[in-house]
């Protein structure tokens, strides 16, 4: 997943950094509310950790400065443990409150259920046509097969599964695996796309279920069946 990290801590920020990255996920950090909210509407994230208290504005701010710029990714108050603060943070915006100092599990599995629901799926595995996706695990299976990918293979697949029937361009997928920081040329995500389709269509009879969308995108597409029971 791709992830905004704001947080004024250099320590808290750089520990949470670390987590994410280690965790296969992509990670931006700032201390400062006014670029996260610039970030944010440049890159869609599929989440955002919001420290309490920022250099330049409150957590409480920063959460109001996104939802009115109509920034949607969901937003994770880290912070006080107070009910008050909670509430407050809850009733501003923030999709979830995770109390410092935080349990590594716990922190997660928040990640992965906000994500997910901010989607539109109930579960933590997303089923798209005979591919299935545990976000929990970070594993696929394709017609019940489990498929051996690599991290950039899998970042793809999360990509085109969180946002499935929606045509992403080659400039989102580089932005989901390098979080706009030295980037290759867009032509690597053919390559992984290509890779992709293979591993899939080799525990699928063929099929690879990636469409590729005129003018130098890709799909992910449920079946029909899946679409009319959506």
Known sequence: MQVLVVESQAAAAKSLELLLTGEGHTAYVTDSGEEACDLARLYDYDAIFLGADLDDMTGLQAIRALRARKIAAPVIVLGDSQVEARVEALAAGADDVLAKPFHKAELLARLTAVVRRSRGHTESILRTGAIALNLATRQAEVAGQPVRLTPSEYKILELFSLRKNTALSKEQCLNHLYNG????????????????????????????GIETVWGGGYMLRDTPEQRLAA
């Open 181 to 208: 920081m030295s980037e290759p040329e867009p032509k690597i995500i053919d390559v992984f796309v290509c890779k992709l389709r293979k591993k899939i269509a080799a525990a699928n009879n063929g099929d690879a």
